[in-house]
């Protein structure tokens, strides 16, 4: 099996290794679970701070105007542009992923009228479900996506999917997929959480109509940082439900009735949650500097190293590294108190029922010797069974 020292090899060669200095990770702990919260950028205190301090405590509401805060959604949209292949003017940066989920939802029903019917993967996480089935007038068929072709009729309006499968790591083919949609009228939104700052992306390229994410996971905001909608320009004239001020075409004119917004702003509701947009403007600038395709091949190298040393295990996503997002799960029926005991021990991962222990792999702030050390954690907990101890048993609110 591999060894330390060869992994210390793999780290001193990897081209994105200074990036680990950007971030601050607690000594002695492997974090494993960026795809949940990502770690704190160095940079974002300082920039929460000069929000706080010199854009509200000094400049009041001018900052409004000359900080830039009337335009961070739209800005920060086009500055995450390119981590998802989207030219500027499609993306804003708002809400939350659930929110935005619904405003899409419901345009892409709208521009199919007659079609009643959204599509959504049955395992997908259960905001995605829970908005389809929230929709007036919308019958969702949850179904499993390798049977896709199978459901695809005349009644249906849209397919939600996520491109990564939460649970299980798996990476779904956006453009044959998106393709496969359009051929039957319907139009394609995906679910981006898991794929956002885990490997590139070309929405416009596959000609996706519409896309959510969040900007907490791997992209580094912060907790609960604002969401991202994406919405093709050829539906910039798409209605959405939720037509608060901020998506009017003239929010200081104060009319009574709502005229939209032209372009992507329509997507807006109301005031951003300022605070929050701080944490994203920091990650932003140290993503603007990363090469996706060389984060991607760190991404396959740490995920495929992981698996590799620790056989016998019960590999619940892909074994092909190519329909892999950056996580690595495992089915084990004692998977709670598994992944409680490796908490214990420095290596944060997380568990998602039934029977999911699930490690995310940052490339950004993980080395090759960190997964070693992971697996050999991983390895000895299973091994001496000290996840047996009573304390790792009990359940937290947030698993
Ligand atoms: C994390 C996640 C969400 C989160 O939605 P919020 O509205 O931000 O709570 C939605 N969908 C998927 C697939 C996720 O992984």
Redesign the pocket.
């Known amino acids: 099996m591999i060894t330390r020292a060869e992994c210390a090899r793999r780290d001193a060669v990897d081209p994105l290794r200074s990036f680990r200095d950007e971030f601050r990770l607690p000594e002695g702990v492997v974090y494993l679970d960026g795809n949940s919260l990502g770690a704190l950028p160095r940079r974002t205190p300082g920039r929460v701070r000069e929000m706080v301090e010199r854009e509200w405590g000094e400049g009041l509401i001018r900052s409004w105007n000359t900080a830039g805060w009337y335009d961070l959604p739209r800005g920060l949209g086009d500055r995450l542009g390119p981590l998802v292949g989207a030219a500027e003017g499609q993306i804003v940066v708002c809400d939350?992923?659930?929110?935005n989920l619904f405003k899409v939802l419901a345009a892409a029903l709208r521009l199919r009228p007659g079609r009643r019917t959204v599509i959504c993967d049955a395992d997908?996480?259960p905001?995605?479900l829970y908005i389809a089935q929230g929709l007036d007038g919308v019958t969702p068929r949850a179904i499993d996506p390798a049977e896709l072709a199978d459901h695809l009729d005349s009644e249906v309006a849209a397919v939600l999917l996520?491109h990564v499968d939460?649970r299980t790591g798996r990476l779904y083919d956006m453009a044959a997929i998106t393709e496969l949609a359009h051929r039957h009228g319907a139009l394609m939104i995906w679910?981006l959480?898991?794929t956002a700052g885990a490997l590139p992306l070309a929405l416009d390229d596959c000609e996706v109509d519409f896309a959510v994410g969040?900007t907490y996971?791997y992209l580094n905001g912060g907790p609960g940082s604002p969401?991202f909608l994406y919405a093709a320009s050829r539906h910039h004239d798409a209605a959405q439900p939720l037509t608060g001020w901020f998506g009017h075409a003239d929010p200081f004119a104060f009319d009574p009735t709502y005229t939209p917004a032209t372009g992507i702003g329509r997507f807006l509701v109301g005031t951003p949650p300022l605070l929050s947009y701080a944490g994203l403007q920091a990650s932003l600038d140290i993503w603007e500097k990363v090469d996706l395709h060389e984060l991607r091949r760190k991404s396959q190298s740490l995920t495929g190293l992981f698996i590799e040393l620790t056989p016998g295990l019960d590999l619940a996503g892909p074994q092909d590294p190519a329909l892999r997002g950056s996580q690595v799960s495992f089915r084990h029926p004692n998977g709670y108190p598994i992944v409680q005991a490796l908490i214990d021990r420095g290596v944060i991962g997380d568990f998602r029922t039934p029977d999911i222990m699930r490690f995310g792999f940052a490339p950004l702030y993980l080395s090759h010797t960190d997964v070693w050390d992971a697996a050999a954690a991983l390895t000895d907990v299973l091994t001496t069974e000290a996840w047996r101890a009573p304390r790792y048993t009990e359940r937290s609110t947030v698993t």
């Open positions: 939350s992923t659930s929110i997908s996480f905001t995605d996520s939460y679910d959480c898991h969040c996971k969401a």
